[in-house]
Structures are given as structure tokens and as C-alpha cells.
């Protein structure tokens, strides 16, 4: 049975009469205008029509909403499967905007439009003017949608009992196999994007990992940045012997000594909850015990920024 994800604390953009309006409904009459008017005056049937997107219009002829427009109507696809594709947008859409929002909702979606055209202008200018890089559609757009509202919902069940989360997948290994078959590589490469666009935004915006074994594999391939405030601990070790003469050797161990990270950070992490009592309360507000904890911390701090002689 189908569930709501309905959020009362999500409230549309406004209504018009009893219908209740969002982004995603605008999102969805902008197709509509801009299919109608391709279809009455038969804007649609050139490569170069004017909503569509190629990098060099926009490189070099300045046609900057094309990195927006391409993606409301692509001319290739009949008129009813561009009508279920909005369908299912209308239905998923409004329900991931009432989870995350509507601005959440519109810089996912603007991201999803924006970013591949953006990436393809500078595939061009790298790879030569060979590459037209055509982009007509929203099909993996309406796509990402539905696969955001399955990272959301993902145990939710939809109609004959469907899961989300295996629905989902075989929407994703079904477009993946038919667009391998046709060898459309370009096509291939924006859907796995957006995919990756989509979850990654998504994390971002706080939701819980999905792929938990394959982001930590990730993770620890990535190298960690080093925190603010770091310093190093390597310094030269020097050894004086003496030898059979009476003479001082000094040898230069190469082997930083062992310093425990954790205890070069306690003075400060220590009395960072003093301080801000301090700033609260003042410091009469200190016990005895944290006066002391206080004094002991900053002796240590001082010792540490002393020159070594």
C-alpha cells in the first residue's frame, strides 16, 4: 500500500484555488509550455534546435540558456512517453521536496540540470571541436528524482507491493543495459553522473550512508587532511657517545620520536569548556578543581611554545 511521506511543516510555494503549488509543479508547467510551443512551431526537429544544448553554441555563440533549457524537452522522445515521465516526476518529486525542501530540493534539482552541461563545456575546450556534446532530455533528471526519493524511503513499499530499493535498482541495471546495448556511451556516462551527483547531494544534506563497506573502503582511499593547528612532531634525535679517545660522537637519528597525538592536543581540548564558562559566567563561576585544571593547562601550553635551547 502506497504511504505518504507528507511533511506539514513543508508548506507549498502557494495555492491556486484548492491545489496546492511547489516547485516541482511549476518545474512540471515549464515542460509543458516549452513542449507546446516546440510542438506547434516545430522547433524541435534540428539538432541545433533552440532549446536544446551543443557546447559549441554555448562556447562560442554565447547561448547560455541552452545549459538550462536542454533539459525540459527532448525532441526525439513521442509526446506520451514525455507525459509519464512528468507523471512520475510530479509524484516523487513533491514528496523529496517535502522532505528536504524546497530550497534543498531546487539546488539538488539545478545541480542535476546545471552541472553536466557545465562539464561537457569544458570537455570541449580541452578535448578539441570535434565533440559537440548533444543534450536533449530530461529523462535521467526524472530518474534522479525517483532514485532520490528511493535513497530517502528506501523499505517503502509502492504499488503490488513493490520495495522501493529493489525497484529502484532494477530501473538503474535496466537503463544501464539498454543504453549499452545502443552504444550510447555519452548518455551512459550522464546517467551514472547524476546518480552520483544525487547521492552525494544528498549525504551532504545530511542523510544516512547508504553504502556504508563501500564508503569506508572509499575513505580510506582518499588521504586524510591534516587538522588546523597541526604540528609536526619529527625533530632531529642527536645521541652523544663517547669513544675509546675520549672524543664525542654525535650521531643523528633519522627517527622522529614517538609523541602521543592525543596527549599534544588534551591542554587545549581540556580547557576549551573553562573558557567558555569563563565567557559565560565568569571566572568566579570556577571551582577549585578547575582552577587548578585551568593553571595546569596553560603552564603546559607555555612549555610547550618555550625555544628548545
Known amino acids: 500500500m502506497w504511504q505518504s511521506s507528507y511533511n506539514p511543516g513543508q508548506r507549498p510555494l502557494f495555492y491556486l484555488g484548492a491545489l496546492p503549488i511547489y516547485a516541482t509543479t511549476l518545474i ?8 507546446i ?19 559549441p553554441e ?25 507525459a509519464i515521465g512528468l507523471v512520475f516526476f510530479y509524484l516523487f518529486g513533491i514528496q523529496v521536496e517535502q522532505y528536504l525542501g524546497t530550497r534543498d530540493f531546487l539546488k539538488l534539482y539545478g545541480t542535476l540540470v546545471l552541472l553536466p552541461p ?8 580541452v578535448l578539441g571541436r570535434q565533440n559537440i556534446f548533444y543534450l536533449a532530455t530530461s529523462s535521467t533528471i526524472d530518474t534522479c528524482i525517483f532514485l532520490a526519493f528511493a535513497f530517502l524511503y528506501p523499505n517503502r513499499r509502492m504499488l503490488f507491493g513493490f520495495v522501493v530499493k529493489w525497484f529502484a535498482a532494477f530501473i538503474v541495471a535496466v537503463y544501464t543495459l539498454q543504453l549499452i546495448a545502443i552504444r550510447e556511451w555519452l548518455d551512459l556516462f550522464l546517467l551514472w553522473l547524476r546518480i552520483t551527483i544525487t547521492y552525494v547531494a544528498l549525504r551532504k544534506m ?8 563501500f564508503e569506508a573502503s572509499l575513505s580510506r582511499l582518499i588521504p586524510k587532511r591534516k587538522p588546523k593547528g597541526y604540528r609536526s612532531s619529527k625533530r632531529s634525535l642527536k645521541v652523544v657517545k663517547k669513544s675509546k679517545g675520549g672524543r664525542k660522537v ?11 597525538p592525543m596527549a599534544s592536543s588534551a591542554p587545549v581540548a581540556s ?3 573553562l573558557l567558555e564558562k569563563i565567557s559565560k559566567e565568569g571566572i568566579s563561576s570556577l571551582s577549585d578543581k578547575e582552577r587548578k585544571q585551568l593553571e595546569n593547562a596553560s603552564s603546559e ?7 628548545s635551547s
Open 250 to 260: 654525535a650521531y643523528e637519528s633519522k627517527l622522529a620520536p614517538k609523541v602521543d
Open 37 to 55: 510551443v516546440t510542438a506547434i512551431f516545430g522547433l524541435g526537429t534540428s539538432t541545433y534546435a533552440p532549446f536544446s544544448f551543443t557546447a
Open 58 to 82: 554555448v562556447v562560442e555563440q554565447g547561448k547560455l540558456w541552452k545549459l538550462v533549457t536542454y533539459a525540459f524537452y527532448n525532441p526525439r522522445e513521442l509526446i506520451v512517453f514525455v
Open 206 to 213: 545530511g542523510l544516512t550512508a547508504r553504502f556504508p563497506n
Open 28 to 35: 512540471i508547467l515549464i515542460h509543458v509550455v516549452l513542449l
Open 271 to 273: 580547557i576549551d569548556h
Open 118 to 125: 557545465v562539464l561537457f563545456c569544458l570537455l570541449y575546450l
Open 301 to 307: 601550553l607555555l612549555d610547550d611554545e618555550k625555544p
